[in-house]
């Protein structure tokens, strides 16, 4: 009868698992391709904040707080790792520090399953095949001591060749493909410490000033 029970039991234990393996199961929606996201909305936050330096006031600073600054290309779309987007980055010129030719790049941007893709501090993705000036902030791979990499700011932290930035009116409606080509996504009001309109006068103060950096 002991026996019984017991395997009546563990059956039943069996039966409950299966059932809530399946439930969770159909709760859950798997995250579209990287190259598939140009409907989802696109939302400006500050919840990398820690992560940054945000207290440049020009290109000597930004330069002086980075621990290397390249030219770099991608071809990469890029896999979501770690709330980020991690991709391969093609060192084309070396402005400061040594680093190898090619490099693991974390870029502060996450997607959610309601369709949206958070950015921290209107942070926009490397597009495949575009050129541009990183500022980087180097970070140790525990797991195997190789080197990766972040931008050192996350709004002022990289740059292409003849794009200003403007600051952008709040719009919910907002999507990914309305922002891809633009410098950086910032938003009027948006509850960070500094004023939004200061950091695009001062993202395109960056770019003027390093005109001499491009090639």
Known sequence: MAKRLIALCIMLSAMVSFALAAYVKSTMHSLPDLDQIDGYRYVCEGSYRHLY??????????MENSDAVVLAK???????????????????????????D??????????????????DRGYLPMLPGHEYLLFL???KNPEDETCLYYPVSSDIGKYEKGKKATL???DESITYRDVKEEAVYLVEGSD??????????????ICDEMEDLWR
């Open 53 to 62: 330096t945000h207290d440049a006031k020009g290109l000597e600073d930004l």
């Open 74 to 100: 991608t071809d990469d779309a890029g896999v979501l790792k770690a709330r980020s987007i991690k991709k391969q980055i093609h060192v084309i010129e070396r402005i400061k520090g040594d680093t190898e």
């Open 102 to 119: 090619y490099l693991a790049y974390y870029e502060p941007v996450y997607l959610m399953h309601d369709h949206s893709i958070i950015a």
């Open 137 to 139: 902030k180097e970070v």
């Open 168 to 170: 952008w009116q709040y």
């Open 192 to 205: 960070f410490a500094q004023d939004m309109q200061e950091r695009v006068d001062l993202y395109n103060k």
